[in-house]
């Protein structure tokens, strides 16, 4: 349980905020050191092609040039690393700046230093780059057959991984079902934009022989351990430092290409080298996501109950692996976290990871959730449709409603209320009037829509989920918490944070725990040097782990601190209680101690401590959830109203239960779930990445690839259950992704249902208004196989 | 590569003398030359917002403009908002109201508040959706903004009221 007191549970404003309204944040561009250099990037205008001869005398012979260096100059400095250390999956070879050949359009070539990033723009426009252009591939399923160019000439084909699995006998039991859909979805390719890009300052120190890193990053951990392999310099030589981060949700998980040259420039030069990408930059090279096929075959018996699933997965995963992250993690996930929240017992998958000639595919907020719920959510409406059941029905049917519940995949659910939620939903939604309200409004010829989706969304990742794979990205978290001889409170943690306000919640828990006002809990994240080994910010771990560990710590201390005290008062330990930062004998109030003489005490009379009793008030925690995942639970309902002539959606409700357990923060939560669901619903309506037939990103300014904006934001109304998890600490479970991963879906079965009438399929995102027209003139129906099949 | 001007600006109230090389941009000038680094660049094709700045009075997206086309002109930034210790009655609704996450877009939505406020003290919650729908966040999914400045507005009234004689 989390600790009662006067923060925990309260919506308390961040602490952390003030220099944010004051514009006196510190982000990575804001940091400049004296004798610095800015590098710029020549970058490939070739999606695939063979680099025949780089030219770089004009530009290194400038006189503001520093230095031009393209990977034949570099090579001697930096290693180069495979696709993922172990894993089903064909190994590549991936050098930071491109050796012999590009494969994908924005590909580093050539890096040039200068005074500033004015005069490294000019000095890439004198670098010449002799290029021999082959065939690209862009599209994953065409990619994956054997006939196809291959961007790594040693594979036989561009598949870098492929991954079959089978439980139960799904073939015979689909064979006897009464309704099998059998659809090809498809999503469409996004990247996170957060409103910062990414940037890096290195610099050398000569004295103590040390390479500090400033990069805004989720994980300074995963950056200095990917750095000192590339580098080939110890861990103890590296410092990684993230300062303010300006938005992360993922694509500051890796560590990129340019990210190793600027640490191998700082080496080398022995003056500090800073890079700041540009929006175009980001939007051609920052990892993509969630671009994927899926076709599906779900049988359901006469009931409506879900009784077996056969899928083929194609995941594009673009040109090359991200070090610290591999291609292979959104295929892998979204294959097995496909059934949800439902009951199924007969799956089967096959999974093909393909390489593409475009920008690299990994992490980015909900990872596969946001499209298995897709897929998973519009095969129950489909299902509902051909068994003429109500979409809320159906959905009754098949809700796990028994925990802990062992998926077919092998996860383990500790704890849920999946039905209770799906009933609240309905219940505060107003569902049935709603659907009254859309028979009126149709024959009035209006389309009104009305949509829902259940969502299991793992979070907070265990059981060294990364690690397996040799990958050095920690699901453990770590802890320092102290009590200093002033009384204060420090904690470090090895995780870091980008927004998501962690610092309050973190303290929130720490006040509450040791009773002291929560102005003297100070939380330090983001610097290798200061804070134990932790997993950074990933898979909304933040107040799972962070939680934890912070719990764990602040409970050793106050034991410790009732044993001083205790002692020192002449009283039994557990007749000690703490308030407001003192320690007091139960029922005699006066007998009392400061938490500053304790800690004096501790730290400067240590002989007057218990025997045996350790000086000081400093405890070192390190925790990881034992399971694969925390899982976290989410309802969603959404009415629309869809306008055929123009194909835009308004959206008329949109309301959410969801299960995060115990609540720290409030208004950390919502704001949360609302940033989360609009990133959802950029993908649903919006966003899309797209790449003409050569590789070319047709969408590379934010003019074309739209984020939706303050006027496109719907009210979305909030509700929580609290399922405490087992399997956690103070049974906390994640909550900053289950928005996002719900929205596409809740969006795209609301379009489907207000367009019933006209009989179109909605298989694929975005349901831009674009595509929405394209849907209702038939140009769009992309899928194959009878709609359903009528069978035993 | 190219030769200096000289340009004088007017920035959160203080004179400033530059020399400018013509084709540096207004949010470079402001962050790097006066060490204004409360002007943010997100995007630097005039999209996101997160670069706002009012030129005499209007908001601008300084990404979008070379410091020279400012010369003669009176420049507010963010950090020219709060007086002393006291945080500006925007600022303070910001934080009551969990107004932003990662901060970025912060500078640009409290100016572009700021400009609305100004003039229509009492928006509606359509006109506070226009007046902001140049500033793009990426993390609140803005309910959070738009409850930040109907506070601000709120907290402006009363301050306005608490003046009065």
């Known amino acids: 349980m989390l600790p009662s007191g006067r923060y925990v549970g309260q919506r308390i404003p961040r602490w952390e905020d003030r220099r944010f309204v004051e514009g006196r944040g510190r982000y990575l561009d804001d940091l400049n050191l004296p004798d610095q250099v800015e590098v710029a990037f020549v970058r490939s205008p070739h999606a695939h092609a063979w680099i025949r001869r780089i030219e770089v005398e004009a530009a290194r012979d400038h006189p503001e040039a520093v230095g031009v260096y393209t990977w034949e100059d570099l090579r001697g400095l930096l290693r180069p690393y495979w696709t993922m250390p172990r894993g089903p999956i064909r190994q590549a070879r991936v050098t930071p700046l491109a050796s012999g050949k590009v494969r994908w359009v924005g590909e580093p070539v050539a890096v040039v230093a200068a005074r500033d990033r004015y005069v490294a723009e000019d000095l890439c426009e004198l670098v010449t780059v002799e290029y021999e252009p082959l065939p690209a591939v862009v599209d994953a399923l065409e990619a994956m057959q054997p006939d196809r160019p291959r961007l790594y000439e040693e594979w036989p084909d561009n598949v870098v991984s492929h991954q079959t699995f089978q439980a139960g006998d799904p073939e015979a039991q689909l064979a006897d079902c009464t309704v099998v859909i059998h659809k090809r979805f498809r999503s469409n390719r996004v990247t996170a934009v957060p409103l910062e890009g990414r940037g890096i300052l290195a610099r050398w120190d000569p004295l103590e022989e040390t390479l500090t890193v400033w990069i805004g990053h989720q994980d300074v951990h995963l950056v200095r351990a990917v750095l000192s392999e590339i580098l080939g310099l110890p861990l103890s030589r590296i410092r990684v430092i993230s300062p303010d981060v300006g938005g992360a949700f993922g694509i500051k998980l890796p560590i990129y290409p340019e990210e190793m040259v600027v640490c191998a420039l700082a080496l080398l030069l022995r003056r500090p080298v800073k890079w700041v990408q540009d929006r175009r930059e980001g939007l051609l090279g920052d990892t993509h996501a969630r671009e994927a096929v899926v076709d599906v075959e779900a049988g359901f018996d006469a009931e409506g109950k879900l009784r077996a699933m056969r899928v083929h997965i194609i995941s594009d995963a673009g040109a090359y692996a991200v070090a610290g992250r591999g291609p292979t993690i959104e295929g892998s996930m979204l294959a097995r976290e496909l059934p949800g929240p439902y009951d199924l017992r007969h799956y089967a998958y096959t999974l093909d990871v393909v390489m593409t000639n475009k920008a690299p595919v990994a992490v980015y907020r909900g990872v596969a959730i946001p499209v298995s719920t897709f897929v998973m959510e519009r095969v129950m409406d489909f299902a509902a449709d051909a068994l003429q059941l109500d979409p809320a029905e159906i959905r009754r049917r098949n809700l796990i409603r028994t925990f802990p519940y062992t998926t077919v995949t092998g996860h383990v659910y500790d704890a849920g209320q999946y039905l209770e939620g799906l009933e609240k939903l309905l219940e505060l939604a107003d569902y049935r009037r709603w659907r009254a309200e859309q028979v009126r409004l149709r024959e009035q010829g209006r389309y009104l829509g009305i949509g829902i989706c259940c969502l299991v969304d793992a979070t907070a990742r265990g059981g060294g989920f990364y690690g397996r794979l040799g990958l050095k990205a920690a699901t453990q978290e770590g802890c320092i918490l102290r009590i200093d001889p002033s009384g204060g409170v420090t904690a470090a943690l090895g995780t870091t944070t980008q927004g998501q306000g962690l610092h309050t919640a973190l303290a929130q828990l720490i006040a509450d725990t040791l009773a002291v006002p929560l102005e003297r809990v100070t939380v330090v994240m983001g610097d290798t040097a200061t804070t134990p080994y932790g997993g950074g910010a990933w898979a909304s771990r933040g107040a799972v782990a962070g939680g934890a560990v912070v719990l764990l710590a602040a409970r050793r201390l106050r034991e410790k601190v009732q044993h001083i005290a205790a002692h020192l008062l002449e009283a039994a330990p557990e007749d000690i209680e703490l308030a407001e930062g003192h320690a007091f004998v139960r029922g005699a109030p006066s007998r009392r101690l400061s938490l500053e003489e304790i800690a004096h005490t501790a730290y400067f009379v240590a002989a007057d401590l218990p025997r045996g009793m350790e000086p000081g008030l400093e405890v070192m925690v390190h925790w990881e959830p034992e399971i694969p995942a925390t899982f976290a639970y989410a309802a969603q309902a959404m009415v629309v109203e869809v306008q055929p002539e123009t194909g835009a959606v308004d959206i008329l409700k949109y309301i959410v239960v969801e299960d995060c357990g115990p609540l720290i923060n409030p208004g950390l939560v919502d704001g949360q779930l609302r940033g989360g669901i609009l990133q959802g619903l950029g993908q649903a309506l919006y966003e899309d990445l797209v790449y003409d037939p050569q590789g070319q990103l047709l969408t590379s300014t934010l003019m074309d690839y739209v984020l939706p904006g303050f006027c496109e934001a719907p009210e979305v109304e909030i509700h929580h259950l609290s399922t405490p998890s087992t399997r956690t600490v103070g049974g906390l479970r994640g909550m900053a992704e289950s928005g996002t991963a719900g929205a596409p879906a809740v969006l795209a079965n609301a379009v489907a249902d207000a367009l019933k009438p006209l009989e179109v399929e909605v298989t694929a995102l975005p349901l831009s208004p674009v595509r929405v027209v394209e849907l209702l003139m038939g140009k769009h129906g992309q899928t194959t196989g009878p709609s359903h099949t009528e069978g035993g | ?165």
């Open chain 2, 1 to 165: 590569m190219t030769g200096q001007l000289s340009i004088a600006l007017r920035v959160n109230g203080q004179p400033r003398a530059l020399e400018v090389e013509p084709r540096r941009l207004l949010a470079d000038v402001l962050r790097r030359d006066l060490g204004l680094t409360g002007v943010h660049i997100g995007c630097e094709h005039g999209v996101c917002g997160a670069c706002t700045v009012l030129l005499d009075g209007e908001v601008v997206r300084s990404c979008l403009m070379f410091a020279v086309q400012a010369d003669g002109c009176e420049i507010l930034t963010v950090e020219g908002l709060s007086v002393d210790e006291d945080l500006h009655p925007i600022q303070r609704a910001f934080v009551e109201e969990f107004g932003f996450q990662c901060g970025f877009c912060t500078p640009g939505m409290v100016l572009a508040a700021y400009r609305l406020l100004r003039e229509t003290p009492h928006p509606s919650e359509q006109q506070i959706r226009r007046a902001l729908a140049g500033n793009l966040c990426r993390c609140t999914g803005y309910t959070d903004i738009l409850r930040s400045v109907q506070r601000a507005a709120a907290l402006l009234a009363q301050q306005e009221a608490n003046r009065a004689p």
